[in-house]
């Protein structure tokens, strides 16, 4: 007998995923996005996508030269009844959305992933029109969602407490690390070394430059410790500018040119970035609030120790693995660093802790929660 005749057999919902934040210049959505949408796929061909670009690398600086075409049709379906968008993802069991498209499907169920609530937590460290935008999400989408992924379970505790969501339609599933960090070699660590000029032991920040990173404030850390340290070492941060970052980057000018140990690469390749980490004493994060910390896990994941700030989702994240700090604290950011430096003991085990804990945070198992998510969904409302 044929599957499609057995009484158990119960076929998989179809899936429709939002993919309008990759069209945009973003880094931690559009990292995540871009990963969950090709691992969920490979995993169930019939997961289908809505507004993705054509297939390609990732690049967190493309936007709207790249995707004109597509931005223009995200307009146009912000604009119309929500009818039309119906009829254009006609068959779909359930649409997870993304807080771009202003105007939701009525037919399928509705779910979405939440990341993080600095909209609420830290208004200040947004565009004003961003904070109206993630408020506008919750109430359109969040709140009648009939189910929510959240990336750890940090956020998954803000949703309840500050959005008074009912925590049994939020469910966690971390994102996972791609591959290239777990298997970075020692040449690919050299030829990158060779590409940017590196010539000593380095501490490396990846992010985007922007107030909730917390950039100055490690800058200051830097500044203060002693003058042969700062000759010896380097302090290197890679990432796009963002918003309100004009200062932080004046004051970054200022330290290159006055060789102080300090040195911006900029945005790199993706390609760069898994050796470029794997390569450096230890990442330094001292971000003021993470929804998941994708740096992290990934310095964790090839081998490369990692100073943390001890609030919001990077404790739950990092477990033992990682040293952790008062993100406010300019004496122990500046402790930790030298720490960091002089102990191979301290490396030795933070390397090895955090590449066993990194495990934990793979595609595949994101993938097969995911499905599950979908699944239990599907078949919930389909008994009622």
């Not at 076929?11 to 959505?29: E, F, T």
């Not at 040449?187 to 107030?211: M, Q």
Request: contains cysteine.
């Amino acid at each position: 007998m044929k599957a499609r005749h057995c009484p158990e057999y119960q076929p998989g919902p179809r899936v429709c995923i939002d993919c309008s934040p990759l069209l945009v210049r973003s880094a931690g959505v559009k990292t995540w996005l871009y990963h969950w949408i090709n691992a969920l796929r490979a995993s169930d061909p019939a997961v289908r996508s809505f507004l993705e670009p054509p297939p390609g690398e990732l690049l967190h600086s493309a936007g709207v030269n790249a995707n004109g075409a597509r931005l223009a049709a995200l307009h146009f379906f912000n604009h119309m009844p929500a009818g039309v968008l119906d009829r254009c993802i006609s068959r779909c069991d359930i649409f997870h959305a993304a807080n771009l498209l202003r105007v939701m499907p009525r037919g399928p169920l509705l779910s979405a992933t939440l990341h993080d609530l600095t909209a609420w937590l830290m208004p200040q460290f947004h565009r004003r029109t961003q904070v109206e935008a993630d408020r506008a999400f919750a109430t359109r989408v969040l709140h009648p969602a009939a189910g929510i992924i959240a990336v750890s379970e940090s956020t998954r505790s803000d949703a309840v407490r500050i959005l008074r969501i009912n925590p049994e339609k939020i469910h966690v599933i971390y994102p996972g690390v791609p591959d290239s960090y777990f298997r970075v070699n020692p040449e690919d660590v050299s030829r990158v070394a060779h590409i940017l000029g590196l010539s000593k032991g380095y501490f490396l920040y990846i992010g985007t430059v922007e107030p909730r990173k917390n950039i100055d404030t490690l800058l200051t850390a830097w500044m203060s410790l002693p003058l042969p340290f700062r000759r010896e070492h380097e302090l290197l941060l890679a990432g796009m500018p963002g918003w309100e970052c004009t200062p932080t980057m004046n004051r970054l000018k200022e330290l290159t040119l006055e060789n102080a140990g300090v040195r911006y690469l900029g945005y790199l390749p993706e390609s760069q970035v898994p050796p470029l980490t794997a390569g450096a004493l230890a990442l330094v994060y001292p971000s003021l609030y993470e929804g998941f910390g994708f740096p992290v896990v990934q310095a964790m994941a090839a081998g490369c120790p990692v100073i943390a700030s001890n609030v919001s989702s990077l404790p739950e994240i990092t477990g033992t693995a990682a040293l952790l700090v008062d993100p406010r604290s300019i004496g122990e950011l500046a402790r930790a660093i030298t720490q960091m430096a002089e102990s191979t003991v301290m490396r030795k085990r933070l390397r090895a802790e955090g590449m066993e804990r990194a495990r934990k945070f793979t595609w595949q198992a994101a993938t097969a929660r995911s499905i599950t998510f979908f699944r239990n969904l599907h078949a919930s409302h389909a008994r009622r």
